[in-house]
C-alpha cells in the first residue's frame, strides 16, 4: 500500500528545534518530488518546502533559512529540521508526494504531526 | 508568497451546482496549468480532487470539475451531495518554484 506516516512533533520551546519524520511505504522518497504543507489550528494550508529527486530545495518565505528539507539514503524517509522556533510554526504539518514533478499535484498525504511552539 | 483568493464560504442546496473560484497572479495561476484542487474534511488530510487544472484522478467523482480564464481558476461541484460539506483549498505552483495554496472555501450543503 502506499502511504505516508509522519512523526516527531510534539511541544517546543521558542527558538528550539525540532526534527520531522516521514516514512513512505509503496514507493520511494528520492524517486519522487517530496514536500511539506502545514495547518496552523483553524485555518488555511500552506506550502512549507519541497525535495526535487535531484537534490534541489525551495521553501517558503516563512522558513527560509530556519527550516531544511532532506532524506535519508535508505530512500524512503523524508525529514524536515526546524530550528528557530517560532510561535507561529504551530500546525499540522503533513508531508506529501507531488505525482507529476512540480506541478502540485499532491496525490499521497500523510496523516500529519502536530508542533506546539510554546512556553 | 501571498495566498491565492478564494471566497470563504459557499452554500447550495442537494443536487445543485456550486463554483469556488482561485484568483492568483500572472506568476502562478496565470502562468501554468498547474492549478491543483483540494477537500478536506474536519480533521482528516487533504484530499486531491483536481491536478493540472482539469484532470481528475482515478477514483474521484465526476461531480468535480477544474477549469482556468487567465489569472482566475474554478472548481465546479454538481449534483450536490451532504458529503460534499467540506473545506476546499486550490494549490499553484508560482515561478520561483514553490507552490502557494488558497485561502480556503467553506462549502456548506442546506
Known amino acids: 500500500e502506499v502511504q505516508l506516516v509522519e512523526s516527531g512533533g510534539g511541544l517546543i520551546q521558542p527558538g528550539g528545534s525540532l526534527r520531522l519524520s516521514c516514512a513512505a511505504s509503496g514507493f520511494t522518497v528520492s524517486g519522487s518530488y517530496m514536500n511539506w504543507v502545514r495547518q496552523a489550528p483553524g485555518k488555511g494550508l500552506e506550502w512549507v518546502s519541497v525535495l526535487y529527486t535531484g537534490g534541489m530545495t525551495y521553501y517558503a518565505d516563512s522558513v527560509k533559512g530556519r527550516f531544511t528539507i532532506s532524506r535519508d539514503n535508505s530512500r524512503t524517509t523524508l525529514f524536515l529540521q526546524m530550528n528557530s522556533l517560532r510561535a507561529e510554526d504551530t500546525a499540522v504539518y503533513y508531508c506529501a508526494r507531488d505525482s507529476v514533478w512540480g506541478s502540485g499535484t499532491f496525490d499521497i498525504w500523510g496523516q500529519g504531526t502536530m508542533v506546539t511552539v510554546s512556553s | 508568497q501571498s495566498a491565492l483568493t478564494q471566497p470563504a464560504s459557499v452554500s447550495g442546496s442537494p443536487g445543485q451546482s456550486i463554483t469556488i473560484s482561485c484568483t492568483g497572479s500572472s506568476n502562478d495561476v496565470g502562468r501554468y496549468n498547474y492549478v491543483s484542487w483540494y477537500q478536506q474534511h474536519p480533521g482528516r488530510a487533504p484530499k486531491l480532487l483536481i491536478s493540472?487544472?482539469?484532470r481528475r484522478p482515478s477514483g474521484v467523482s465526476n461531480r468535480f470539475s477544474g477549469s482556468k480564464s487567465g489569472n482566475t481558476a474554478s472548481l465546479t461541484i454538481s449534483g450536490l451531495q451532504a458529503e460534499d460539506e467540506a473545506d476546499y483549498y486550490c494549490c499553484s505552483s508560482t515561478s520561483s518554484n514553490t507552490h502557494v495554496f488558497g485561502t480556503g472555501t467553506k462549502v456548506t450543503v442546506l
Open positions: 493540472e487544472v482539469n
